[in-house]
């Protein structure tokens, strides 16, 4: 099984940067296809940036493209979130899923089966 715990959430401003981080346990973190998505109020859970087991392959939503960069490093079994730029519409909480098996969807979530708790992440203008 994996196991997942998201960190470095906060309240920024607009413009400023964040670097929230995935840290997995539970069985090689190699073999994971990660992605994050958020989650604002009342609205459905999208998604944000995928990665490929290597790291040599990632995907953006168009509303991160440019500011957001997912990256990982399989040696800490942690895959980051490096948020630039951030608007307050990227208020919204946070999380990190991992699937075991190919993906052929980065962006649906149910095609990951394992998710963390969620980082709280709140812009203001």
């Known amino acids: 099984q994996v196991q997942l715990v998201e960190s470095g959430g906060g309240l920024v401003q607009a413009g400023d940067s964040l670097r929230p981080s995935c840290v997995a346990s539970?069985?090689?973190?190699?073999?994971?296809?990660v992605g994050w998505f958020r989650q604002g109020p009342g609205k459905e859970r999208e998604f944000v940036a995928a990665?490929?087991?290597?790291?040599?392959?990632?995907s953006y939503a168009n509303s991160v493209k440019g500011r957001f960069t997912i990256s990982r490093d399989n040696t800490k079994n942690t895959v980051y979130l490096q948020m630039n730029s951030l608007k307050p519409e990227d208020s919204a909480v946070y999380y990190c899923?991992?699937?075991?098996?190919?993906?052929?969807?980065?962006?649906?979530?149910?095609?990951?089966?394992?998710w963390g708790q969620g980082t709280q992440v709140t812009v203001s203008s």
């Open positions: 539970g069985r090689t973190f190699s073999t994971l296809f």
């Open positions: 990665i490929s087991r290597g790291g040599t392959a990632t």
């Open positions: 899923a991992a699937s075991s098996r190919l993906i052929s969807d980065y962006g649906s979530t149910s095609t990951y089966g394992y």
